[in-house]
Nanobody
Framework: QVQLVESGGGLVQAGESLTLSCVAS????????MGWYRQAPGKQRELVAG???????NYDDSVKGRFTISRENAKKTVYLQMNNLKPEDTAVYYC????????WGQGTQVTVSS
């Protein structure tokens, strides 16, 4: 059973930045694509950024140019650098593989005030 532990969320003002981290307890981390997902109140969980095993990123249009996903295989960690945050980015952020197929972690709350 893979455990995912997200951290780094918080309350910020619009225009500020946050960096999220997610550690995955799996020996196959470097062999799987990873993603950051978010779920806003009353909405479905959505993929906002993904990164392949070859470190090729992809982004939802809503975050393109503002968010940067990266990974550090030796630490089994995926990061999400979030710049120029907007109130509509407010959500609980989760990581998972790119399917996603692992059990979800507790997520980390990001709240952006206007």
């Amino acid at each position: 059973q893979v455990q995912l532990v997200e951290s780094g969320g918080g309350l910020v003002q619009a225009g500020e930045s946050l960096t999220l981290s997610c550690v995955a307890s799996t020996t196959i981390f470097s062999f799987v694509g990873m993603g950051w997902y978010r779920q806003a109140p009353g909405k479905q969980r959505e993929l906002v950024a993904g990164i392949t095993t070859a470190n090729i990123p992809n982004y939802d249009d809503s975050v393109k140019g503002r968010f940067t996903i990266s990974r550090e295989n030796a630490k089994k960690t995926v990061y999400l650098q979030m710049n120029n945050l907007k109130p509509e980015d407010t959500a609980v952020y989760y990581c998972n593989n790119d399917r996603p197929s692992w059990s979800w972690g507790q997520g980390t709350q990001v709240t952006v005030s206007s």
